[in-house]
């Protein structure tokens, strides 16, 4: 948080007491991975007794997808006013959240890598089929615009989440033995933190 305060600063010296203070303890933007992942922990010894038994996180899982993926995806295909209407309609009336957010990625993690998926490679080529669309479609929305619309790429849409299962099953029994990849893998985390400083320096030089 220091670094990209000092950062800030050098960009931006109006910055006002508050936004130091934001910047300093919130952190900058993409840390917001930081707060999430530590919720999650703190969630562990609630969610890890509950699916113990695989048949309770299918469960979670298929209550995900009425309620969390398939209104994130009708708002991306058919619109903000539909969804609106039918979510205050009929979904949201049952002022259902649990499933909703990152914990179903948790879920279906643990759920992936405890389960023999049968048909994997279906599932690795709906995922693939799922990106390729979503970036074609992704494209066709954004041309002539001036600002990105983020549409086809929010997280909790169907097109995310196929993709998002189709690399773990390309990663779960996937046996890496080099050195150089196992040391990577160990600094993935700094690396996440570091990197919209190189993001940064590479847009400010384009």
Known sequence: SLIYLLKSLHIN?????????????????????????????????ILAPAFKDLKNAEYFLILGLIFSVIPAT????????????????????FYFRMTGGFILYYVLGYYLG??????KGLWIALGAIAMAW??????????????????YYDVMG??????????FLIFKD?????????????????????????????ASAI
């Open 74 to 93: 009708l708002k991306i295909v058919m619109g903000e006013r539909f969804i609106r209407t039918f979510t205050l309609s009929f979904i949201d009336g």
């Open 13 to 45: 010296e109006a910055m006002t007491l508050k936004d130091i203070l934001n910047e300093m303890f919130l952190g900058h933007y993409h840390m917001w991975f930081l707060f999430m992942t530590i919720g999650l922990y703190l969630l562990t010894p």
């Open 158 to 167: 169907i097109f995310a989440y196929l993709f998002s299962a189709a690399v």
């Open 114 to 119: 405890h389960k023999d998926i049968k048909h």
């Open 174 to 202: 996937l046996k890496v033995e080099s050195p150089f990849v196992l040391k990577l893998s160990s600094l993935t985390l700094g690396l996440f933190l570091i990197h919209d400083l190189f993001i940064g320096r590479v």
């Open 134 to 151: 979503s970036i074609y479609l992704q494209y066709e929305i954004n041309v002539g615009q001036e600002t990105l619309i983020y549409g």
